[in-house]
């Protein structure tokens, strides 16, 4: 199955969780870049993840002010690779975020399948990275992998933090437990996974005005593209599978997602 194959909606999508800096795109990045707008994708948020990476993201961003948006963090890998020049990096993501040059603090958050920094740390390097983004007043792209519990109750405790629930894999209480904390909620190629009626459960139960659609390319591509390399342009085989399982027009599904990504991330609506 290839790119033609998809259904576009007439209302543009972004892709709010992509990394195009990934080695992966090194053989054709401009022009995947360059066909977002005809693969019905209007813009992709390119997630940088640690400061050298952030620095390329925001290279690419420069280079693509009307295709591209970018975020940079410390997520619990780069922490973890930090180790203790953990503080020195923090001074250097804000240098980074004073440029003004990203839309959002992220992706950081908990990483709990993985063994990386202590639960504690992780925490507390969370927490660190959500006071930046409040300083700020930059909303927030959270990674959070079997630690739920612990990503709630940090949540809780920054009670000014805002933003988004990337890669969202929980069941319908732990959605309920985000919604109630007033973050959004964002779906990728998971949603079509052999066994994950729970996530498809959960999914359906997100307030449209707190919905948003993603890749997270170059991984998790979406059914029926599993075994290739993600990219923005599947975002749309992710928002047609969410408008089936939600019963809702693909395209009012696409004018509520682009919506909420251009009002949390503050970009320019395409329309």
Sequence with gaps: MDL???????????DTHCHLTNGRFDTDREAVIAGLNERGVCRAITIGTGIADGEKVRALVTAHP???AGTVGLDPFSCHEAGPDFAAHLTALERLVES??????????LEHHHQVNPHDLQRDQFAAQLDLAIRHDLPVVIHVREAHPDCLEVLRAHPQARGVIHSFDGDATEVRAYLDLG?????????GYKGNDYLREAAKTVPSDRLLVE????YLPPMPFRGRRNEPALVAATAGLLADLRG???DDLAAWTTANACRLFRLPLPW
């Design 100 to 109: 003004r040059a990203f839309c959002a603090v992220g992706e950081i958050g």
């Design 66 to 68: 009307d295709r591209l």
């Design 183 to 191: 973050w959004h909620i964002s779906l990728n190629g998971m949603l």
């Design 215 to 218: 890749t997270d390319a170059p």
């Design 248 to 250: 809702e027009r693909l």
């Design 4 to 14: 033609s194959s998809l259904m576009l909606p007439a209302v543009p999508l972004v």
